[in-house]
T-cell receptor, first 112, second 120 residues
Framework: GNSVTQMEGPVTLSEEAFLTINCTYTATGYPSLFWYVQYPGEGLQLLLK?????DKGSNKGFEATYRKETTSFHLEKGSVQVSDSAVYFC???????????FGKGTTLSVSS | GAVVSQHPSRVICKSGTSVKIECRSL??????MFWYRQFPKQSLMLMATSNEGSKATYEQGVEKDKFLINHASLTLSTLTVTSAHPEDSSFYIC????????????????FGEGSWLTVV
């Protein structure tokens, strides 16, 4: 079946550290890939997305590249801030407008 | 930008009662809405997909008679938890897809802020 696997958290970093959150997927077709962020007590916000192989999504200093050969979409940021503390979800959809399939989420905690 | 609003954001109800959660698309017409449930520190589990004017499609294991979903208009879907029990306490999130031809990005999915349900 179709699924998303994320690295388990929590991830604890100091401010300005480099962040990587791994995400791999299994899909029967050619999915679109997403990263969503959820701040405490809030809903999900789209962080970035990529719709085809080798696409790079980027937003707010975060980046992720759609790697078809490794079925991965790892999230990276060169210098994290305390305000980046949140839960990050990797997700896929196989067809535009269909329901997203989410990974379990990775909690990021950044301390000053 | 596109906004999806959920109401109420928090609700506490007594065991055995029913509670309704609304999901509205504020500046676009949503042909399809999705309802998710999120347990503490876990991922979002899709409960059902609702299309305006038709019956919702429920995921396996979701009781359709307990979680009633109505998508009566292109801007409103409701989730009613009937005869709620403490194990129904959870964070419920809706998402809405803008239809083709919408001023927002067609087929883009937007999420509501979520609703915390506590059954006591």
């Amino acid at each position: 079946g179709n699924s998303v696997t994320q690295m388990e958290g929590p991830v604890t970093l100091s401010e300005e550290a480099f962040l990587t959150i791994n995400c791999t997927y299994t899909a029967t077709g050619y999915p679109s890939l997403f990263w969503y962020v959820q701040y405490p007590g809030e809903g999900l916000q789209l962080l970035l997305k990529a719709t085809k192989a080798d696409d790079k999504g980027s937003n707010k200093g975060f980046e992720a590249t759609y790697r078809k050969e490794t079925t991965s979409f790892h999230l990276e940021k060169g210098s994290v801030q305390v305000s980046d503390s949140a839960v990050y979800f990797c997700a896929l959809t196989l067809q535009a407008g269909t329901a997203l399939i989410f990974g379990k989420g990775t909690t990021l905690s950044v301390s000053s | 930008g596109a906004v999806v609003s959920q109401h109420p954001s928090r609700v506490i109800c007594k065991s055995g009662t029913s509670v309704k959660i609304e999901c509205r698309s504020l500046d676009f017409q949503a042909t399809t809405m999705f309802w998710y449930r999120q347990f503490p520190k876990q991922s979002l589990m899709l409960m059902a997909t609702s299309n305006e004017g038709s019956k919702a499609t429920y995921e396996q294991g979701v009781e359709k008679d307990k979680f009633l979903i109505n998508h009566a208009s292109l801007t409103l879907s409701t989730l009613t938890v009937t005869s709620a029990h403490p194990e129904d306490s959870s964070f419920y999130i809706c998402s809405a897809m803008a239809g083709q031809g919408s001023s927002t990005s067609g087929n883009t999915i937007y999420f509501g802020e979520g609703s915390w349900l506590t059954v006591v």
